[in-house]
């Protein structure tokens, strides 16, 4: 029995016998890791509301497992006595698989964070639709820079000198594109803040209105209502002022037509007469009823407005036209005056002295 044992002990004292039994052994523990996870995780994710962790869950499971059999091999390496040149360079290997597994990982759990997120638009109104291949983009940027600081540390390469270098490269590069730069930023900014969507009725305070056609990383497109579309860089209009009359509650707008009638006239009558005026306007809705008031006593005639109510932004224009011409047929089938300004010259002849 002795014997035996000093036999086996000998016998597991061989190079090749450690290697297989730590490489046997690693995996093992990468078995036992993934039914950890699959199984008891799992069991304990169902619990929860969020589909989150669930999907996570399912991401890591692949990763975790290799992760140990690497961390296996990274032994097996270790205790194979090898040459310090071949040793550095399986290590180097071996980290390198895990460097790689991991980022590939990394993707995939951000793209299923941002993508849950953007789902709960409530919490996250930075975070639609439209801003979520922005920030997917940026951290998988960030996933690949740390992967490869990563991998430069993996096989010993200073980076010192690299970053030296990317920083006078990146002020060169910030220098040429300052204005793209300029723009890219007011894209993000847009897209985080949400001053507007596509398809915003919206007014710039150059005066130009339309509906958003596209926001883009350098620009945003604005379709007028002479269906011109105008492109506004981003820098620009990051920092201009913006009318959106499509946020807000709701949609609907509020417009007003100011009418001047002739001093003597009777209020009440007039009231009725521009009441009636507002209720006939194909675009004026009836829900909300319209509103006259009397504003001012100006130099020649009393000045009232008409206020109402339109679904969409877009209406105005014919919502006015429509109320004018009824005001203007209600007042003068009234014989209501509509003051508006005259001159009288008097010639004066030198024989009249």
Do not use: C
């Not at 290697?19 to 169902?46: C, E, N, R, W």
């Amino acid at each position: 029995m002795i014997e035996f044992i000093d036999t086996l002990i000998a016998w597991l004292e061989l190079p090749y016998v450690k290697v297989g039994l730590i490489f046997l052994f690693s995996f093992v523990v990468a078995k036992l890791t993934d039914m950890l996870v699959s199984q008891v995780l799992t069991q304990l994710t169902k619990r929860t509301k969020t589909e989150l962790d669930d999907r996570l869950i399912e991401i890591m499971h692949r990763p975790i497992f290799w992760s140990v059999v690497y961390v296996g091999l990274y032994f097996v390496v270790q205790v194979s006595e090898l040459e310090t040149s071949l040793s550095f360079v399986l290590i180097g290997l071996v980290k390198t698989l895990a460097v790689l597994l991991w980022t590939g990982a990394g993707f995939r759990i951000s793209n299923t964070v941002l993508t849950m997120f953007s789902t709960i638009p409530k919490h996250l109104k930075w975070l639609d639709n439209q801003s979520l291949p922005l920030f997917d983009n940026l951290a998988k940027l960030m996933m690949i820079g740390i992967g490869s600081y990563m991998l430069l540390l993996t096989w010993d390469i200073d980076v010192s000198a690299w970053l030296a270098s990317a920083g006078i490269v990146g002020i060169a590069v910030g220098l040429a594109a300052k204005d793209s730069i300029a723009n890219l930023f007011g894209g993000m900014f847009i897209m985080a803040d949400a001053p507007y969507k596509i398809g915003d009725f919206i007014v710039l305070d150059t005066g130009e209105r339309g509906h958003v056609s596209q926001i883009g990383l350098r620009s945003t497109r604005i379709l007028t209502r002479d269906d011109v579309e105008i492109t506004i860089p981003n820098a620009i209009i990051a920092n201009a002022k913006i009318t959106n009359e499509s946020g807000g509650p709701w949609e609907k707008e509020r417009v007003r037509a100011t009418i001047g009638v002739a001093y003597g006239s009777d209020l009440t009558q007039v009231r009725k007469l521009l009441t009636e005026a507002a209720l006939e306007t194909e675009y004026i809705i009836k829900s909300k009823a319209p509103r006259i008031r009397f504003r001012e006593f100006g130099e020649s005639s009393l000045i009232f407005q008409v206020m109402g109510w339109i679904d969409e932004p877009v209406e105005r224009g014919r919502a006015l036209d429509s109320l004018n011409e009824n005001i203007y047929n209600k007042l003068n089938e009234a014989n209501v005056k509509i003051p508006f300004p005259q001159r009288d010259i008097y010639i004066h002849h030198k024989e009249d002295e």
